[in-house]
T-cell receptor, first 116, second 116 residues
């Protein structure tokens, strides 16, 4: 399977704990995006990388959130001191800029976070 | 600021009938418009996009969408609905480079139910 993969698929944690999610994009894609989706809403942009550079962050990305893409391949999203309001589906997407398919983002299955 | 509206939370259609899922948008520049579909426990799947060119765009699974600049709409259509089309549909918009962000802004989604 050459699609976007995310790990874990589900995470249950207690308030105040730290969690880390991983995203493996489609291998040749140079852009990687993180979104958050809550029940009844569309995905909301958090941040994106072009290769290893984090180029944009949403105001939704509080100081407790950090994302990395150290070698321009996989990415991690860490949430420190989780709060119940962080409960959501975290989606990763990737795209290849510079082709006729530019701007088409391909999404992974998501990581569902539940903070108790 | 970019925004997308999907005025119908739920659309029901009989199998074999034509379907329309509505989307209107607001952007500061020229829009890139997208439709995605989300099946249960699966990630968002790209259906089609409008960048430039013909106002009628054809996509995956027999879906098409019509870009209407004067009405700022990008409605999704299919001539004959299948039960397997039942899913959650999201419209999304992106400003072109230089006018805004590189991420997608999503609507709140429309749940399509095709009745056998």
């Amino acid at each position: 399977d050459t699609g976007v993969s995310q790990d874990p698929r589900h995470k249950i944690t207690k308030r105040g704990q730290n969690v880390t999610f991983r995203c493996d994009p489609i291998s040749e894609h140079n852009r990687l995006y993180w979104y958050r989706q809550t029940l009844g809403q569309g995905p909301e942009f958090l941040t994106y990388f072009q290769n290893e550079a984090q180029l944009e962050k949403s105001r939704l990305l509080s100081d407790r959130f950090s994302a990395e893409r150290p070698k321009g391949s996989f990415s991690t999203l860490e949430i420190q001191r989780t709060e119940q309001g962080d409960s959501a589906m975290y989606l990763c997407a990737s795209s290849l800029i510079g082709t006729k398919s530019s701007y088409e983002q391909y999404f992974g299955p998501g990581t569902r976070l539940t903070v108790t | 600021a970019q925004s997308v509206a999907q005025p119908e939370d739920q659309v029901n259609v009989a199998e074999g009938n034509p379907l329309t899922v509505k989307c209107t948008y607001s952007v500061s520049g020229n829009p890139y418009l997208f439709w995605y579909v989300q099946y249960p426990n699966r990630g968002l799947q790209f259906l089609l996009k409008y960048i430039t060119g013909d106002n009628l765009v054809k996509g995956s699974y027999g879906f098409e969408a019509e870009f209407n600049k004067s009405q700022t709409s990008f409605h999704l259509k299919k001539p004959s609905a299948l039960v397997s089309d039942s899913a959650l549909y999201f419209c999304a918009v992106r400003d072109i480079p230089g006018g805004g962000a590189n991420n997608l802004f999503f609507g709140t989604g429309t749940r399509l139910t095709v009745i056998p």
